[in-house]
């Protein structure tokens, strides 16, 4: 019997890790849908509004929150306007797009749903105080939504990436910086944004059968110290 064909849902997609993850799912036979930021800002209510209303709630079986910000602060300089787009990008979008396909994905009895969150939802750095807040609150909506969907087969899983070489790491760290943090990780160096989308589509896959609410960190031992 043929496989059927399962459609994703990845938001970020243009660059980075959100690429990686687009064309790691593309190789495992998914059908990609990544609208770019143009057509639907997660900082714009309505902008997310007017592009789901588009798409069919029905045809995502795979969901990955994967566009996120880092906008660094000590705590005295955090504005509330700062504060509350952070919010907005990396945990209120990721819940709106959840209850967006997590109908669809009900009515068929399977579902996979990834949420990209950080190893600073495991541990911290100075400036990080939003950064660290969203990344854990995004955990913690993993977990309840993992044993609220369980029941209809929907499996929802966190992945925390180290440091791994994109724009958003270059340009919150120096060169020097990195050099310096790549000797405090364990494998001496930072990730390749295909080693987080490898996983990554792993627990999106029919392989999956049985990790769900779990935070994985892919960090090359970085928290393990
Ligand atoms: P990145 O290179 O900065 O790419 C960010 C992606 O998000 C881009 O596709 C960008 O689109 C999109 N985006 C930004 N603002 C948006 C908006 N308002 N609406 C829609 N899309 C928007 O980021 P990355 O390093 O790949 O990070 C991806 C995820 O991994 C994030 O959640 C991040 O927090 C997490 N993470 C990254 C690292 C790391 O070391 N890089 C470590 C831990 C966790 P445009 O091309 O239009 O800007």
Known sequence: MKAMTRRALVTGGSRGIGLAIVHALKQRGVEVVAPS?????LLDSASMTAFLAKSKKSEIDILVN?????VLNPLEAIEPNAWNQMVRMNLTAPLELIQHVSPGMKTQGWGRIVNISSIFSLVSREKRAAYSAVKSGLNGLTRTCAVELAPSGILVNAVCP??????LTRQNNSPEELSRIAET???RRLAQPEEIARFVAFLCSEENTYITGQTLA????????
Request: hydrophobic share 30%.
């Open 37 to 41: 930021r143009s057509e639907m800002d």
């Open 162 to 167: 180290g440091y791994v070489e994109t724009d």
């Open 218 to 225: 892919v960090d090359g031992g970085f928290t393990c110290q």
């Open 185 to 187: 990780i364990p494998l």
């Open 66 to 70: 994967n566009a996120g910000i880092n």
